[in-house]
């Protein structure tokens, strides 16, 4: 049931389930390799235009086409905020999903998943930010004739996105990066953050708000307060706090984060990641 857990509300049996958040979205650069930028965006301009061609393969936004439907995730929308049980963040999910599932009683198809659990580009990319962290970008030998470089521009080249040429600590970003967009939902963000100990720089949550003005969308990014809890459990979880806070406290503000409606399956997990981080 994997589709009917993170279908849109509006479709039959949809549930919401997993939601990507504007942070996510923003890790999707242009197809120049440029950063979106939000102060850049013209009114009327459609932010989701000409970004890595990976970034149409995980999100679905406002106006793409699925099932023979037309998102809409605007204020108002079958999707968008004012529509019980939608979209918080403006979002849905597609890597993984399948299209030609149905979910019509009188017409049910449904089709296994096959779940990635390690692939080639994760070999790539652990390779490029060990080499990195070693030797830096460029360093090779007799023993390891692959640089950090050439193996993180493997991974893009794949993906039809251009080569990485920043050194430094711009380089190791272009790496965290990387990770983030390609094993994106892959269930490697969570430890990512945790190994690079920047849990205080995730804090904030952030969604896009989508407004009709005369019959055109207009994109606005906005902070999401309602996630206040969400940060509390994320500071507990990935700044290393977590042997600090007794599992009645923690157990606690995981019960709560079920009633958010981001994914309770997620949650569960958190929840059995006691017996590890305590």
């Known amino acids: 049931d994997f589709e009917a857990n993170n279908l849109p509300?509006?479709?039959?049996?949809g549930e919401t389930g997993n939601v990507p958040t504007q942070n996510l979205v923003d890790a999707f650069q242009l197809t120049n390799g440029k950063d979106f930028d939000w102060e850049q965006l013209a009114p009327g301009q459609n932010p989701y235009e000409g970004?890595?061609?990976r970034f149409y393969k995980t999100v679905l936004c406002n106006g793409d086409t699925w099932m023979n439907s037309t998102i809409q995730s605007y204020e108002g929308g079958k999707d968008g905020a004012g529509t019980a049980?939608?979209?918080?963040?403006?979002?849905y999910l597609k890597k993984y999903m399948n299209e030609t599932v149905s979910l019509t009683p009188s017409n049910e198809k449904k089709k296994p998943h096959h779940f990635i659990i390690f692939r080639y580009a994760e070999i790539l990319l652990n390779y490029a930010e060990a080499m990195d962290a070693?030797?830096?970008?460029?360093?090779t030998d007799n023993d390891h004739p692959l640089s950090a470089r050439a193996a993180l521009n493997q991974v893009r080249s794949a993906a039809d996105m251009p080569a990485v040429t920043t050194d430094g600590d711009a380089f190791t970003e272009s790496i965290r990066?990387?990770?983030r967009v390609e094993l994106a939902f892959e269930d490697h963000r969570f430890w990512d953050i945790r190994r690079w100990k920047i849990g205080d720089k995730t804090k904030a949550i952030y969604c896009i708000k989508i407004t009709l003005e005369n019959g055109s969308p207009v994109y606005k990014k906005e902070f999401r307060p309602k996630y206040r809890l969400v940060n509390k459990i994320r500071e507990i979880l990935f700044a290393g706090k977590a042997e600090t806070v007794s599992h009645v406290k923690l157990f606690s503000l995981l019960s709560n984060f079920c009633f958010l409606h981001i994914n309770y399956r997620f949650t569960c997990s958190l929840l059995l990641l006691l017996d590890i981080i305590s």
């Open 9 to 13: 509300i509006s479709y039959e049996k």
């Open 51 to 53: 970004r890595d061609p």
């Open 85 to 91: 049980g939608a979209t918080t963040t403006g979002y």
């Open 134 to 139: 070693w030797k830096g970008a460029d360093y």
């Open 177 to 179: 990066r990387e990770r």
